[in-house]
């Protein structure tokens, strides 16, 4: 991405009104003629029409981690906490876009309408520039209509004295086509991809805009929005259902479809360099499942990057609130459902009787993959290069001794998942340095993480933050940087979509019409092969064909594949999931975001006589009891825009 809109992506300042900006000077005020005869300018305001874009930023102000089922976020600070406890109403203004996603339409509209008066631009420039702001204009509607349903459709520039008051919310069904029709006359003017001009990575392009259409498409053919009859009385004032209540399955035919694009782009167009990212087609010598899983999100720009921003800080702050403590805030907790989730090595289910899934005990033999140098690890220089294949992703899997839980399971769980007695990636190969996350008595000099109660895993900082359920997410954690002195060493990307989600968003779509269709297996196998797991179908061969059954191993794929990247929270909403009610069981529970939430007992024993041999840490316990009403589907449209519109109704149950 060009280095003005690098630095202006986060200048939200502009969005106070566009009028505003349009009539400021450096010192005093910018007329219109200056903002629009001058290309410094005019570039200027297009990258503060990107500004909007949120980043993500799961470990702190999005809700998307902590208030789903897979993440629990320690802080009470976050308004993570409060919504999952029932504590907010329409004027909380958690995560409150509304206004600022309104605004930024509108500055598109601006663009679009002045930016041809720009005689320092190329009409070239100009004709990508207006198509910019319409995929852009598309984009903010979905992020609209993703958090608060149907929504009030601006269509055109507004003069000031418009009847904003007046103007009610769109059926839902229009307002995805809306975003649809932007998204085709976006791509209209926008070339393929970037790979000739990479200074504009993060620019939207033919693939992002088709990318778009299969996420809002797939969203709404889902039974929140398809043949919903709850929403029977969601109504505006005049009457206007906002969402048609009787079941289309032609709407999965669309959304599968719109995948079908972006998957015809990967396959027949190989100068888009868009496929699966795996570790031994981007510079390593042999496959290796896990460095692939781990690399997908460090390596920034690889093939498997649709769209998203390079930027580093963000993910930086994800790893400090990630990584165990001390000296860092190890407060970002996976939740024991998504631990059960992952699939055993062999591809199946840890529910499946022929899994080798053993719930207790401490493992006897370590994975095949622990060691696969043949490292001698009891001296002080076989540590260290035992550590060095660690941290290059060469060596995974469990040890001897780590709980029978963890061992044998899928390269994507060791991926995703940092558990008590793992070693901890991210260090040097110090042995000094990692024995400081250590107690005395267990310091061998590789940094296990110590989650139990009195375990050093739980000093964060200054203050003493901590995973609430017995682990912490590893994804999109550099096993290459050194979290004691906080150094990183590469830039990283935020990435927003990636082709494993297409791929996830088609095989889901053509299971609901389609369920014997060959490209299911197809294209899940890929997904699988990338994983090193056993495709589905030998996995698991008594779901072939089965609608019902192949439904749920899709939205356990991408509970697994898709975790931590905020999926999981939109996936559970929009397949009417959410609200399963606590069966009581505190196993094998799948969805449900209210009732109890389970981990490890973190609160077990005595500090001075835990250790990793201490067992009853392993015990699933509740660590929370949440909320969950039907009206949690969607946000609550801000108090402060119903009492500015008499048109405008509230969501459901609100």
Known sequence: MKNYIIG????????????????????????????????????????????????????QDDPWLGCSDECD?????????????????????????????YRAIRASFVFENNVDRCGELSEDLKKQYKAEVKFLRGYYYWLLIRQYGPVVLIKEEQPNDADFANMARAPFDECVDYVCEMM????????????????????????????????????????????????????????????????????????????????????????????????????????????????????????????????????????????????????????????????????????????????????????????????????????KQMISDIRKSEAWGHWAGDWNMYANREPRFYASILYNKRIMPSLPDDIEKRNFYNSPGQQDGYARAELYYGGKSRQSGSYTFFSRTGYLVYKNNDPMANMYDRVFPQQYGNVFIRYAQILLNYIEALNEYDPG???????????????????????????????????????????????????????????????????GAAKDRKFGDGGRMFGMDINAGDANTNSFAFTDFYKRVPFETRVFKKAYYLFPIPETEIEKSKALVQNPWW
């Open 517 to 583: 269709n060959q490209n299911i297996r197809k294209y899940w196998d890929m997904i699988r092969s990338r994983a090193g797991v056993p495709s589905a179908f030998i996995a698991t061969p008594q779901i072939a064909g089965n609608k019902e059954a192949q439904r749920d191993y899709i939205i356990r794929e991408r509970q697994i594949e898709l975790c931590f990247e905020g999926d999981r929270y939109f996936t559970t909403r929009r397949r009417w999931l959410a609200d399963t009610p606590d069966d």
């Open 184 to 383: 085709d006359e976006a791509e209209k003017d926008l070339p393929l991809h970037w790979q000739d001009n990479t200074n504009w990575m993060g620019k939207p392009n033919k693939i992002v805009c088709k990318a778009v259409k299969s996420l809002i498409l797939t969203f709404a053919a889902s039974p929140q929005w398809n043949g919903n009859k709850d929403y029977a009385d969601f109504v505006n004032k005049d009457g206007t259902l906002l969402v048609n209540t009787t079941y289309d399955e032609n709407k999965w035919r669309r959304a599968a479809a719109a995948s079908r694009e972006v998957i015809d782009i990967s396959e027949q167009h190989p100068e888009a360099n868009l496929r699966l990212y795996r570790n031994n087609e981007n510079g390593d010598a042999e496959f290796n499942p896990y460095k692939s899983c781990v690399d997908v999100h460090l390596v920034n720009w690889n093939c498997e990057v649709i769209f998203a921003r390079s930027e580093g800080s963000n993910t930086q702050a994800w790893m400090i609130h990630t990584f165990p403590g001390p000296k860092t805030l190890g407060g970002v907790g996976a939740t024991q459902r998504i631990v059960d989730a992952f699939l055993m090595e062999n591809g199946k289910p840890i529910e499946d009787p022929a899994s080798g899934y053993v719930e207790e005990g401490f493992s006897t033999a370590p994975n095949k993959h622990w060691n696969p140098n043949n490292r001698e690890v009891n001296t002080e220089e076989g540590r």
């Open 73 to 101: 976020l320690s802080w009470v600070v976050y308004n993570t906490y409060n919504i999952n406890l029932g504590n907010w109403t329409t004027s909380s203004n958690f995560y409150n876009k509304y206004a600022l996603w």
């Open 8 to 59: 202006l992506f986060a200048a939200l300042t502009m969005f106070s009104g566009c009028a505003d900006y349009l009539d400021k000077q450096p010192d005093d005020m910018k007329t219109d003629k200056m903002v629009w005869s001058s290309r410094i300018e005019t570039e200027g305001y297009l990258a503060n029409v990107y500004a909007g874009i949120p980043m993500h930023n799961l470990h």
